[in-house]
């Protein structure tokens, strides 16, 4: 499932399911399949604006990836194997404070989301991070697209402390992939509350 719209913005909060199973082609018989909302994979081009907030996203045991300059993901529901997010700029928060779109119904009813301010640093929410780490599913943060530098330096924030307590069914990994620089400001611990897990949770971190 590809949802793309190159400079464009993308609003989903329904549901999207890719559980189906089959050969991929080269042989190999693969577990769900890929959804990619915001980012174009033959020229790398991002949208201008993401939005899923409050989506359903599923591919139970395939890739989830939701990209764009401008990320919103606020209480998404995320279950596959791999999920990417993929921003120009991103900040780890505990709330979110970023300015919402402004909706706009044309003659034809169709609703379009506009971006009500320039691009600013793209917010992802730890419960959002925890709940997918928890539930075994692997999540890369990554701002090393081909389209930073125009709007943003490609930076990583982390604000907030994340506790993680994967009772998944698999090891998880979070990796944090920035084409500038990583801050973990103080008080932004990153622990595993190894009394409740059944599972690992690495965590990667590259500048």
């Known amino acids: 499932v590809y ?19 089959g050969n991929d082609g080269r042989g190999q018989l693969r577990k769900g399949a890929d959804i990619v909302i915001g980012r174009d994979e033959v020229t790398g081009f991002l949208s201008k604006a993401t ?23 606020g209480n998404v529901s995320i279950k596959a194997a791999q999920w990417l997010l993929d921003p120009t700029d991103i900040n780890i928060v505990a709330t979110g404070t970023a300015t919402p779109d402004t909706p706009s119904t044309n003659t034809g009813g169709t609703t379009t989301y506009q971006e009500t301010a320039g691009i600013n640093t793209s917010e992802v929410l ?27 330096a490609g930076n990583i924030t982390l604000s907030t402390a994340l506790n993680f307590s994967n ?4 090891d998880a990994t979070l990796t944090l992939l920035a084409k500038n620089g990583i801050t973990q400001n103080a008080g932004a611990s990153i622990t ?3 009394g ?12």
């Open 51 to 73: 939005d899923v907030v409050g989506a359903k996203l599923e591919s139970q045991g395939g890739f989830i990836e939701t990209s764009g300059d401008d990320l919103k993901t």
């Open 167 to 170: 009772t998944g069914a698999t």
């Open 196 to 207: 409740a897990s059944t599972k690992l949770v690495n965590v990667v971190m590259t500048a």
């Open 3 to 21: 949802l793309l719209a190159d400079g464009g913005q993308i609003k989903v909060d329904g549901s999207i399911r890719a559980n189906s199973t």
């Open 192 to 194: 595993t509350n190894s």
């Open 126 to 152: 730890k419960s959002t991070i925890e709940s997918a780490i928890n539930g075994g599913t692997n999540v890369t943060i990554t701002t090393a697209n081909p389209t930073v530098g125009a709007n943003a």
